[in-house]
């Protein structure tokens, strides 16, 4: 088996820019995962892994095989080389390199009555993170970033989504592309503003629904208001007119399971 001893090794190097550098993931169409779980969500969720390497004191081979195929190839490496790598504090002592995927919305595979999540160019990797820990626990057909600003396999990303990055349908497009997919599929979308709108609960989300929010700061562009089926608010009662992007999802996303009968 390869073993890997120097954070000098021109192999790690390459890694520490895979996690570093949106365009080293773009160019290679790869990116690292950290931890046991992580892992196991992105074999679960499709995600073809390339290589694995461990902390032989932390995870025995064995553990391995149990995880991956065959085919995968593990690299030894000693602490210093991962926590060179590593990007949490904790030390789970395995890392992959895994294979990106496509995330265009031609490739989404949706159930007759889809319930999805569109977010328009959320920014912070916490609020994305969350977003998709949200869209998960509610079993979403699919959540859609429109307008992305961010690269989706951000480690930060990874880490703040628990492993919910590779648990759901995941698609990214234009403001202009996502609407037009979602009027082609005949999907009403409800969209999250101040504008021009109406009390989330007392519209209907038990046919096929989007729930459309936006940043804190700005809020959704006028295409969405324009679009929009019906512009929804959730009532505020204290000081602020607004709460935090993941919040106000869940709150939409679960009084759409409500109505469905979870």
Same mark, same amino acid.
């Not at 989404?108 to 328009?120: H, R, T, Y």
């Given at each position: 088996m390869k073993q890997i001893t120097s954070i000098q090794n021109p192999y790690i190097k390459s890694l520490?820019?895979?996690?570093? +550098?949106?365009?080293?993931?773009?160019?290679?169409?790869?990116f690292l995962i950290e931890g046991l779980r992580e892992i196991s969500l992105a074999i679960k969720g499709g995600y073809e892994i390339e290589t694995v390497l461990f902390l032989p004191e932390l995870v025995t081979e064995n553990q391995i095989n +149990?995880?991956?195929?065959? +085919?995968?190839?593990?690299?030894?490496?000693?602490?210093?080389v991962y926590q060179k790598l590593a990007y949490r504090d904790t030390t789970e002592g395995i890392l992959a390199i895994a294979k990106t995927k496509s995330m265009s919305l031609s490739d989404? +595979?949706?159930?007759?009555?889809?319930?999805?999540?569109?977010?328009?160019a959320p920014e912070k990797p916490g609020n994305i993170g969350a977003l998709l820990r949200t869209a998960d626990a509610a079993n979403l057909d699919a959540v859609l970033i429109a307008n992305p600003k961010s690269d989706l396999y951000n480690p930060n990303i990874v880490r703040s989504s628990v492993g919910c990055l590779f648990t759901n349908q995941i698609a990214t497009g234009t403001t202009a592309e996502i609407i037009a997919f979602l009027q082609e599929k005949k999907i009403s979308f409800y969209c999250a503003t101040l504008q021009n709108s109406t009390s989330y609960h007392t519209q209907d989300f038990t046919t096929p629904t989007a729930l459309v929010v936006g940043t804190e700061a700005t809020g959704l562009t006028q295409d969405w208001r324009d679009a929009a089926t019906q512009n929804i608010i959730i009532p505020m009662q204290g000081e602020i007119d607004s709460m935090n992007v993941s919040v106000a999802a869940a709150i939409l996303i679960f009084e759409a399971k409500r109505q469905r009968g979870f």
């Open positions: 520490v820019l895979l996690q570093e +550098k949106a365009k080293a993931r773009k160019q290679t169409g790869t +149990k995880l991956v195929n065959s +085919k995968v190839e593990f690299i030894e490496i000693n602490k210093e989404l +595979k949706l159930s007759d009555n889809p319930l999805i999540l569109v977010a328009e």
